[in-house]
T-cell receptor
Framework: DGGITQSPKYLFRKEGQNVTLSCEQNLNHDAMYWYRQDPGQGLRLIYY???????QKGDIAEGYSVSREKKESFPLTVTSAQKNPTAFYLC???????????FGPGTRLTVT | AQSVTQPDIHITVSEGASLELRCNYSYGATPYLFWYVQSPGQGLQLLLK??????LVQGIKGFEAEFKRSQSSFNLRKPSVHWSDAAEYFC???????????FGAGTILRVKS
């Protein structure tokens, strides 16, 4: 089955700790994305990567970091600098040159 | 600024009734347009897309959408709603090269029996 997996489904952390969210895809897509979703605000782009070893900041990159060492993987680290990290995080991918994005099931992060 | 507006936060329709969800975009040219659906606690599923050509596009689950350039709109429709259609619906637009989707705030659809 081809698709995007995100793990874990739920994640709990204490304030001040960094946490890394996993995103893996076996669709052979070149581009990958991270979004943050908060109630009533739609989705906001955190980071995206069009190709391995390259990535760009989205609209709300402050307090987050990413890496793209493999085509299949695009992990997101939520650092202690992120002021309000509790949210639902969605990973997506798309074929380079095409524009539909396909989404994973999401990770709900709660920081207390 | 480039933006996507979904004017209705919540919509309630009776099962079997028709449905129209509104979407407007603000951009100087015609963007690529999408509708996604999200069930609670889940990821987003692509319903349909418009790139060019026929302005009435068909999607999955019996949904369709019509692009109207003069109104900068891309409204989603379904002739007869089923209880399983209850979810949140997002309109999105790709307004510039780089695959950066801009999302509307979403419309929550409730279906009453």
């Amino acid at each position: 089955d081809g698709g995007i997996t995100q793990s874990p489904k739920y994640l709990f952390r204490k304030e001040g700790q960094n946490v890394t969210l996993s995103c893996e895809q076996n669709l052979n897509h070149d581009a990958m994305y991270w979004y943050r979703q908060d109630p009533g605000q739609g989705l906001r782009l955190i980071y995206y990567s069009q190709i391995v070893n390259d990535f760009q900041k989205g609209d709300i990159a402050e307090g987050y970091s990413v890496s793209r060492e493999k085509k299949e993987s695009f992990p997101l680290t939520v650092t202690s600098a992120q002021k309000n990290p509790t949210a639902f995080y969605l990973c997506a991918s798309s074929i380079a040159g095409r524009y539909e994005q396909y989404f994973g099931p999401g990770t709900r992060l709660t920081v207390t | 600024a480039q933006s996507v507006t979904q004017p209705d936060i919540h919509i309630t329709v009776s099962e079997g009734a028709s449905l129209e969800l509104r979407c407007n975009y603000s951009y100087g040219a015609t963007p690529y347009l999408f509708w996604y659906v999200q069930s609670p606690g889940q990821g987003l599923q692509l319903l349909l897309k418009y790139f060019s050509g026929d302005t009435l596009v068909q999607g999955i689950k019996g949904f369709e959408a019509e692009f109207k350039r003069s109104q900068s709109s891309f409204n989603l429709r379904k002739p007869s709603v089923h209880w399983s259609d209850a979810a949140e619906y997002f309109c999105a637009a790709l307004m510039e090269y780089g695959n950066k989707l801009v999302f509307g705030a979403g419309t929550i659809l409730r279906v009453k029996s």
